[in-house]
T-cell receptor, first 116, second 115 residues
Framework: NAGVTQTPKFRVLKTGQSMTLLCAQDMNHEYMYWYRQDPGMGLRLIHY???????AKGEVPDGYNVSRLKKQNFLLGLESAAPSQTSVYFC???????????????FGQGTRLTVV | DQQVKQNSPSLSVQEGRISILNCDYTNSMFDYFLWYKKYPAEGPTFLIS?????DKNEDGRFTVFLNKSAKHLSLHIVPSQPGDSAVYFC??????????????FGQGTRLTINP
């Protein structure tokens, strides 16, 4: 059981380049999330999805797009990378069974992205 | 607008002693609180949680206390072990659109256990 897997683990981009981060989960979870972690700021929610074909904005969505074409995959895209997007990106998934659920989320190992 | 705050960036504790990590929040609508542990180059892993209707939850060496009137929670680790050295994130759960759960994280506290 691999859990949540992120690809790639590291990437260096030049300003203006585009790229896609892939998140895959094998737990049949309904909900998936993308967070970014920056020093002194904890993890902040970029976008999330409550099911296949649906996405929604989180706290810091500007400059990012997402897609959830398959239930197990959640893609995060940067169309034109900027140095401010240098960060560590974490994907997470959770069961999404209702308000009485155990609300722990399962995280991937992270993608360290540097934009120069 | 930092809704969840961990005011201590770092904490150093001697092995065998108690580690106490603190967290404050501002939003009364949070209904669930969680602690995550993170090692370098790994994703956060769930450690322990507490519902807003309780004031204490214990799991082995880890105990979380919730003081709703003060909007404060704390994580106690007793006894502290070298393997506990990590960054600890406090998180609070809120329901966002369409019933999805959103975790709001604090800034993290780096705990170092000294032999």
């Amino acid at each position: 059981n691999a859990g949540v897997t992120q690809t790639p683990k590291f990437r260096v981009l030049k300003t203006g380049q585009s790229m896609t981060l892939l998140c895959a989960q094998d737990m049949n979870h309904e909900y998936m999330y993308w967070y970014r972690q920056d020093p002194g700021m904890g993890l902040r929610l970029i976008h999330y999805s409550v099911g296949e074909g649906t996405t929604a904005k989180g706290e810091v969505p500007d400059g990012y797009n997402v897609s959830r074409l398959k239930k197990q995959n959640f893609l995060l895209g940067l169309e034109s990378a900027a140095p401010s997007q240098t960060s560590v990106y974490f994907c997470a998934s959770s069961p999404g069974l209702g308000r009485a659920w155990n609300t722990e989320a399962f995280f991937g190992q992270g993608t360290r992205l540097t934009v120069v | 607008d930092q809704q969840v705050k961990q005011n201590s960036p770092s904490l150093s504790v001697q092995e065998g002693r108690i580690s106490i990590l603190n967290c404050d929040y501002t939003n009364s609508m949070f209904d669930y609180f969680l602690w995550y542990k993170k090692y370098p180059a790994e994703g956060p892993t769930f450690l322990i949680s507490i519902s807003s209707i309780k004031d204490k939850n214990e799991d082995g060496r880890f105990t979380v206390f919730l003081n709703k009137s003060a909007k404060h929670l704390s994580l106690h680790i007793v006894p502290s072990q070298p393997g506990d050295s990590a960054v600890y994130f406090c998180a609070a759960s809120a329901i966002v659109g369409e019933g999805a759960q959103k975790l709001v994280f604090g800034q993290g506290t780096r705990l170092t256990i000294n032999p």
